[in-house]
């Protein structure tokens, strides 16, 4: 019985976040915790991202002195991620905000409820009378 | 090295879980900024220093003071459990699921 | 003018956009002729590297470093016509109206559109489509009504997971690969791509971009968004933008995923899209999700012309895709004038001629009425999937010829409606001259094309030509002067230093 | 039934995403353009770390999209809480306590003089003006926190984000000009290792910090300044 090895370890985490975290998006009902699921299932994607860099037994893609000390780690990755960090934060910004502004216009944080409201809040605007015999209105949106 | 590794890994996912099924938000809050850490962690062992810092700074430090501060003004701040005080139509069915 | 400055096309845009809301406090028109002069800048830049390029390609190595280590743009027919759309669309489609941070966030989507068209660099497209994303959550959210920050949020999410997943895919493609650049991808591909994992990859990658792509299993958000916003906005969203996502589906599947099963998969998605979008389009009862969903329907059948293999393809997607990006933005914009509920507007065509008409034109135009461009799109599309002659495809063919009856159904019920005899309660107002401007440009494009239609078939095959000829994609990337010196590709990837293996040598794993 | 659906979708995916893993190269990726830029960053771009050769080199226009996606995140927060909406309690807020306001008073020059560090610094050790732009904007927002009646001046932070903005696609449009390549790197690659090396990626980067500062900063005062959401 072997252990297995580090980047299995590692993979299996990068793999779990990404689960967890898109688990999180389709079951949660709270705003904030759709959001949090969101940072968690970026989190696993950055991961699984900086893992497609790494080699055994290499160092940092920063050259100390003059001459490299052995094989690097790819430093490809490492730059896309850096990106993908940032570019999430603003994106969970975005969303926060837009969280606090429904939330004040529609007095809801809650997803199903947003979204019945949404609907009645397009018919309105449409002219459409509120109509309760509609045919469920889940048969309408393609998702 | 190896078992530390697993470790923070699995302080990581577990956070994660914590993340989804805690009651109470401020505390999901806690739990993703645990996640950041472990994460940064992580990324100092797969020799990621430049990652693991941008990770630290922004994963756990920025996007949780955002986040706090977005529940400060939700009034979504204490440590009850936030899934039922909302006085609405649908309660928040599957949010613990 | 050198193919290089290319990247102003990109870079102006954004430098304007960077700039107009803080000029913007001091003088909002000053902000507003900026950002003009950026777009036209930018149109200027795009046009003569056509003209200088006539029918040629090219690939410019942004920051000057060579193409599979650095960022490589390719410009080709398709990517520059595309590109050359988003400033021209841009101004069309400018929100007049809005503020400083508006107008920079248009600029900042317009400079994402145009990169998506010319980038050669699966994680380069990536961060543009991000930044194409982000921009337009901003322009819904920025509407005053609070349907439309609902909206957002609920695009927002799903957007960001669709993002997600493709980062998953690109992480895979990397892994199996360890290149970002599309050329070189696609010397690779055959040897590391054409397995499960690939199709995986492809998977991946197709449901993140399908997000923008209205591509069946998650445009949700579609009919929210377009009915919560401003004419202009929508058109753009369904003119443009969708359009761009959809090119950079074509390109990975031209060049890295060349495999029957992909090309299955998106004609299975698309068939399902094109159901699922005319049906509620069919039982939409107010103006603006009617054309919502017919949007998603119609971007169904874009995603089941690409699917067939080679030029006949991709002449039909084109066709298909262009003649949307055409029709759709001017009906929003006559929606808008109108809007509302169906059973509301009985009669309210009658007096306004010059709308109703040009309504009537793109109508048969969308339904595929002999003599207009639709027809010849939609034609083209059945004929080349009956030409494959594979199951699937024939299934595909029978749905958009199935489709094409229920949008005539729909429309036609809408336009018996306008031009109804007896009033409504209420005669909505006509308002603003510019919409109409818009819309009757879009019409006489749409009437002029088909005095053409000879040129206009023999530009989209030499497109389409150009478009499927990987050799031709990969020589203009990688095999420029002073590139192909030391190309690690050329190295047996079995060899290379000491962490390159082969792919399916991996002891630790075996282990 | 939904959550069912649901669940199946993620564990499908999740057994998917596994099984995946027994044919990928993990540990041993193939690098094929990794090993190009280790061979040659240094020397081509003068920065001792690679990743900064990158990110601001090679990947030179990801990072300007990248602080584009920053700018219009922050914009959209702008348009969405919007700038006019001040918190009518705003002025009751009590002040922060001895400890938090000491503490903000001390760590303010503390965090400018650790932000400009890491962000001059970037092209040589781990750090660059992402991380050091958030840690001057945590130097400017501390003190927010102590005394919510003073606010961030948004007119000025503006400036700053767009003036930065403009440094950065300046720099790129220079070089268009002299090399005929946007954003190549420019000036004289120095000594590896030395402050004043690397040509234009020092000068980049200073812009990136100050632009993710000032953009970050601003993002967080109109958060706080925004008023609660269920009044």
Known sequence: MSLPPLEIVLYAGAVSLLIIGLAGLVMSEHLVRLVLALGVAEAGGNLLLVLTGFRQGAVAPILLGAAPSGPMVDPIPQALVLTAIVIGVGVQALALALVLRVRRAYGTVHMSALRARLVEDLDEAAGLPPEGSREAPGVERPV | MYWITVLVVAVMVLSALAVLLLPNLLAAVAASSVVSLALSVVFVIVRAPDVAMTEAAVGAGLSGVILVLALRRLGLWGLGDDNRPQPERFSGTGDDA | ?511 | MRNFTSLLFAGGLGFFLLVLAADLPLGAPPMLAGQGVLAEGAAATGAANLVTAVVLAYRGIDTLGELSILFAAAAGVGLVLGRARRRPDAEADPEGGFILLAAADLLFPLLVIVGLYIVLHGHLTPGGGFQGGVVLAAAFFLPLLGRPRNALDHAVIGWIEGLAGAVFVGIGLWALAARGEFLAPLLGKGTLGALFSAGTLPLLYIAVGLKVGAEIAGLMSTLQETEAAGS
Do not use: C
């Not at chain 3, 194409?132 to 920050?149: D, I, K, M, N, Y």
């Not at chain 3, 066709?319 to 006559?334: D, G, Y």
């Open chain 3, 1 to 511: 003018m050198t193919a290089d400055a290319v990247t102003l096309a990109v870079a102006l845009p954004l430098l304007a956009g960077f700039l107009s809301p803080a000029l913007g406090r001091s003088s909002r028109t000053a902000a507003q002729w900026l950002g003009w002069a950026a777009l036209a800048a930018s149109a200027a830049v795009l046009w003569s590297v056509w003209v200088r390029l006539d029918g040629g390609t090219a690939a410019v190595a942004v920051g000057g470093f060579r193409p599979p280590l650095g960022i490589a743009f390719y410009l080709d027919g398709m990517a520059l016509l595309f590109a050359l759309a988003v400033p021209v669309v841009t101004l069309l489609f400018w929100p007049r109206a809005g503020t400083p941070q508006q107008f920079a966030l248009t600029l900042v989507l317009a400079a994402a559109a145009t990169g998506l068209a010319l980038s050669g660099d699966i994680f380069n497209l990536y961060v543009f489509y991000e930044l194409t994303a982000v921009a337009s959550f901003g322009l819904v959210a920025a509407h005053e009504a609070r349907r439309a920050q609902a909206a957002a949020l609920r695009y927002l999410l799903l957007s960001a997971a669709g993002s997600v997943l493709l980062l998953a895919g690109i992480a895979v493609v990397y892994l199996r690969t360890g290149t970002l650049n599309l050329a070189h991808l696609a010397t690779l591909a055959p040897e590391r791509l054409q397995d499960p994992v690939g199709l995986a990859a492809f998977a991946l990658m197709l449901l993140g971009l399908g997000v923008k792509a209205e591509l069946f299993p998650v445009n949700g958000w579609v009919p929210e968004v377009y009915s919560s916003v401003s004419g202009r906005l929508a058109g753009l969203l369904a003119g443009l933008v969708s359009k761009l996502a959809v090119l950079v589906v074509v390109r990975a599947l031209v060049l890295v995923f060349p495999r029957p099963e992909a090309a299955e998969l998106m004609l299975v998605l698309g068939t399902l899209g094109i159901v699922v979008g005319e049906l509620a389009a069919w039982r939409a009862r107010d103006l603006r999700r009617q054309f919502a969903f017919s949007s998603i329907g119609q971007l169904g059948i874009v995603f089941v012309a690409f699917s067939v293999p080679g030029p006949a393809g991709i002449v039909a997607g084109l066709a298909v895709a262009l003649h949307h990006l055409l029709t759709k933005p001017a009906l929003f914009l006559l929606a808008e004038r109108w809007g509302g509920a169906i059973e509301g507007l009985r009669g309210a065509g009658r007096g306004q001629w010059l709308a109703s008409t040009l309504f009537i034109l793109f109508a048969l135009s969308l339904v595929g009425v002999p003599p207009l461009p639709g027809f010849w799109a939609k034609l083209l599309t059945v004929m080349s999937l009956m030409e494959q002659g594979t199951g699937p495809a024939r299934a595909g063919a029978v749905v958009v010829m199935a489709a094409t009856v229920v949008e005539a159904a729909y429309l036609f019920r809408t336009l018996g409606v306008l031009l109804a005899r007896e009033s409504g309660a209420e005669s909505p107002q006509p308002h603003r001259g510019p919409d109409l401007a818009t819309a009757s440009l879009a019409g006489l494009i749409l009437v002029g094309s088909v005095f053409a239609l000879r040129p206009l078939g023999d530009g989209l095959k030499a497109l389409a030509a150009q478009a499927v000829d990987v050799d031709g994609y990969v020589r203009t990337v990688l095999g420029g002067p002073g590139m192909a010196v030391s190309h690690p590709a050329s190295q047996a990837p079995g060899g290379a230093g000491g962490g390159a293996r082969v792919a399916h040598v991996p002891p630790e794993i075996a282990s």
